[in-house]
């Protein structure tokens, strides 16, 4: 409670810019830090340009603090809302269209490897029915596109995919670009099912988590696959806030069609809708469970060794080469540097996991703002301990905290 009543004040303070200037001087650092330093061409292109806007931001956010009691139309939450807007377009939708006209025009460095294995998981959909291929024919590829042959992902994910497939190399066919409008289509539906007269300011923070906090515009513009996923999980809490669980579970079955990581957040979002909607929990599951199968169940047809190749194998480390997610968190270090570590990251990450399960068991959660509380503690403590991780995957827990005020208004409704 301590830590809640000091992040309402900080939250609130001078009508919260000054967390807003905080936020955009973070960014700025971050992003020129990235521009100069990254291994990643498409990472240091994306920082150049979000390096400016992050600026530009801060520089209106100072603008606003000294003119607020003078102009205080120029710094309330419509204000407010716009700004944070227009840095959304700056730090994510110019960098992205602009790191995809580049790629159309010829450029071979301007989208992470996850946009070209879904593109090219798309392609084999197309021509095969399955977007997987087996551990042996991807074995007869050439070495170097033996990562680029795994698709460690549901079968949903390749429908990003189609556009290049089926139409060609062009900046729109990216698959980001369908990523972006997949995240801002279910972002902006949550905000509009939350929206209300009092809540303006929570609203603002919640649509800057996923399109302005600069590891989700990072990702977004340059990789992009976590984000709908992301998107779609917090549209399924907007709508069990409402006590929507048709539309929670039609949102949640299809984060869950695309990645895995979709799956515990899913798993705590039935157990909210039990307790509080018990009625309802048929139609809940009619999509959550109901999608997923139905995009899973024709790539088992045609070849279930393939989807367990990549969906299992894969992760688990029993491919040709490894997973590129490894960074240095606490779950990799152990694995890596430990003996027996990969067993001693795994063992820590299943006592989380049972102690998170423990604490539901004693206290299901009642409200989406529990669900998202508690699927926030899950997912840090996997992105934490997992061998195989990502600083990316910690966008999944920094959302799902700072959705929970704006879930929490319409909880009370």
């Known amino acids: 409670m ?86 959304a377009v700056g730090v994510t939708a110019i960098p992205l269209i602009g790191q995809a006209i580049s790629r159309a025009n010829g450029r071979t460095d301007r989208a992470q490897e996850e946009v070209i294995v879904v593109e090219n998981a798309a392609q084999r959909l197309l021509d095969h029915g399955t977007p997987y291929l087996t551990q042996h024919d991807i074995a007869a590829l050439p070495p170097t596109e033996w990562l680029l042959g795994y698709l460690p992902y549901q079968p949903g994910m390749a429908i990003f995919g189609l556009p290049r497939a089926a139409l060609g190399p062009h900046w729109w066919t990216d698959a980001r670009i369908w990523f972006a409008a997949a995240t801002a289509a279910a972002i902006i539906a949550g905000l509009r099912l939350l929206a209300r007269p009092d809540n303006h300011d929570t609203l603002i923070r919640a649509g800057q988590a996923i399109a302005v906090l600069p590891i989700a515009a990072l990702t977004l513009a340059t990789g992009g696959d976590d984000l709908p996923v992301l998107a779609l999980c917090l549209l399924g809490l907007a709508c069990t806030a409402r006590g929507r669980a048709g539309a929670a579970g039609l949102a949640f079955g299809a984060a869950a069609a695309l990645k895995l990581f979709a799956w515990p957040i899913v798993g705590v979002a039935a157990i909210t809708i039990a307790v509080r909607h018990r009625r309802q929990l048929p139609r809940f599951a009619a999509g959550a469970i109901g999608l997923p199968l139905a995009t899973l169940l024709p790539a088992l047809i045609v070849d279930p060794r393939a989807f367990t190749d990549n969906v299992i194998g894969f992760p688990l480390g029993h491919g040709l080469v490894t997973s590129p997610a490894q960074s240095p968190l606490p779950g990799h270090l152990i694995a890596a540097h430990l003996p027996g570590g990969h067993a001693i990251a795994m063992t820590l990450l299943v006592s989380a996991g049972a102690y998170i399960a423990y604490r539901m068991w004693r206290q299901p959660p009642t409200t989406a703002t529990a669900a998202a509380a508690i699927s926030a503690w899950g997912m840090l403590a996997a992105t934490l301990l997992l061998p195989a991780t990502r600083f990316g995957y910690l966008l999944y827990p920094a959302a799902l905290a700072i959705w929970a005020p704006a879930l929490a208004t319409a909880d009370r409704r």
């Open 2 to 87: 301590t830590i809640q009543r000091g992040w309402d004040r900080l939250h609130q303070a001078a009508g919260g810019l000054p967390l807003d200037l905080g936020l955009y001087l973070v960014g700025c650092l971050f992003a020129a830090i990235t521009a100069s330093g990254s291994t990643l061409a498409p990472h240091r292109a994306w920082g150049a340009v979000a390096a400016i806007a992050y600026g530009l931001a801060a520089l209106t956010s100072v603008g606003q603090l000294l003119t607020r009691r003078r102009f205080p139309q120029l710094t309330d939450a419509k204000a407010r809302s716009v700004v944070a807007a227009l840095t």
